[in-house]
């Protein structure tokens, strides 16, 4: 079993609809992140979770709306999304938060492809 | 706004030669540097990280850090094909600061190894 896995791999959504993303970490990590990856653009960070609670909103629009039940569970919940919300969506986890260490580990999973019609 | 800068490339070496991808970043309390390796159609990974000034070999991998010169480099040495990838740069300032709550990224540079 991978690491950090995403579901679902691929998903085509028009621009009413309500879906959402999820991701799963079994190495016992305390953070998790979401990040969007769009072509010719940086990794983007656009939520933090250290031990289930929510610590960096990186002025992502309220249309994404992120959830951490507990910590080997992130979801991200899309609503009403834009054709330039298309992009590949990584989750990521590490031992710690980034902001309370100096080592970068993150672990990501194999990303969410979203496209948005 | 915090930039880190990677030539987008490809870079393309011959089987057998040194890679040498090279990024800079603005800020200058960054304090933690990192390379991930990205193939097509796949998630980053980890391969090296350095904190210090110098040189930190890792096998066939070599990161190299200026602070002064805001200079971080990663060389390859005899290049695999199989190390044909996206090299993303990623930088962060010290713990429990503004800049050092997450990873800042560069866009990546392409590396095409030819047999």
């Known amino acids: 079993e991978t690491g950090v896995t995403q579901t679902p791999r691929h998903l085509v959504m028009g621009m009413t609809n309500k879906k959402s993303l999820k991701c799963e970490q079994h190495?016992?990590?305390?953070?998790m992140y979401w990040y969007k990856q769009s072509a010719k653009k940086p990794l983007e960070l656009m939520f933090v979770?250290?031990?289930?609670?929510?610590?960096e909103n990186n002025s992502v629009p309220s249309r994404f709306s992120p959830e951490c039940p507990n910590s080997s569970h992130l979801f991200l919940h899309l609503h009403t999304l834009q054709p330039e919300d298309s992009a590949l969506y990584l989750c990521a986890s590490s031992q710690d938060w980034v902001g309370t260490v100096n080592t970068g580990e993150l672990f990501f999973g194999e990303g969410s492809r979203l496209t948005v019609l | 706004q915090k930039e880190v800068e990677q030539n987008s490339g490809p870079l393309s070496v011959p089987e057998g030669a040194i890679a040498s991808l090279n990024c800079t970043y603005s800020?200058?309390?960054?304090?933690?540097f990192f390379w991930y390796r990205q193939y097509s159609g796949k998630s980053p990974e980890l391969i090296m990280s350095i904190y210090s000034n110098g040189d930190k070999e890792d096998g066939r991998f070599t990161a190299q850090l200026n602070k002064a010169s805001q200079y971080v480099s990663l060389l390859i040495r005899d290049s695999q094909p199989s190390d044909s990838a996206t090299y993303l740069c990623?930088?962060?300032?010290?713990?429990?600061?503004?800049?050092?709550?997450?990873?800042?990224f560069g866009k990546g540079t392409s590396l095409l190894v030819t047999p």
């Open positions: 800020d200058r309390v960054s304090q933690s």
């Open positions: 990623a930088v962060k300032g010290p713990s429990n600061s503004n800049s050092g709550y997450a990873l800042n």
């Open positions: 979770y250290n031990f289930k609670e929510q610590t």
């Open positions: 190495l016992g990590h305390n953070a």
